[in-house]
């Protein structure tokens, strides 16, 4: 079976830093593109970032530019957002998704595979 499961989610005060991991099972992560989307109480989900099945290509929202960076240890089958200065309106739940390709990765219908998600607080 399928499945990806997010972990390292927390509260932390603004300025923090956090380092979310994403594990796969049931598939190899490497045939897939992956995904970081975050959704705060009464908004949309929105893509925050995605890196290629290599990890030669990544992208980034605006928003966390400069201060999120993403990577990949395929050996390991887990996928990492790494979450420096953080903001209080980065608080959300985060969750990570699998596709096949990396083309509009940004794009929350792109991706078939979800996991369950984890919740990000930043506040003092």
């Known amino acids: 079976q399928l499945q990806l499961v997010e972990s390292g989610g927390g509260l932390v005060q603004p300025g923090g830093s956090l380092r979310l991991s994403c594990a796969a099972s049931?598939?190899?992560?490497?045939?897939?593109?992956i995904g970081w989307f975050r959704q705060a109480p009464g908004k949309g989900r929105e893509g925050v970032s995605c890196?290629?099945?290599?990890?030669?290509?990544?992208n980034f929202a605006d928003s966390v530019k400069g201060r999120f960076t993403i990577s990949r240890d395929n050996a390991r089958n887990t996928v990492y957002l790494q979450m420096n200065s953080l903001k209080p309106e980065d608080t959300a739940i985060y969750y990570c998704?699998?596709?096949?390709?990396?083309?509009?990765?940004?794009?929350?219908?792109?991706?078939?595979?979800w996991g369950q998600g984890t919740q990000v607080t930043v506040s003092s």
């Open positions: 998704a699998a596709a096949r390709s990396f083309a509009s990765c940004h794009l929350v219908r792109e991706y078939p595979y």
């Open positions: 049931g598939f190899t992560l490497e045939f897939y593109a």
């Open positions: 890196i290629s099945r290599s990890g030669g290509s990544t």
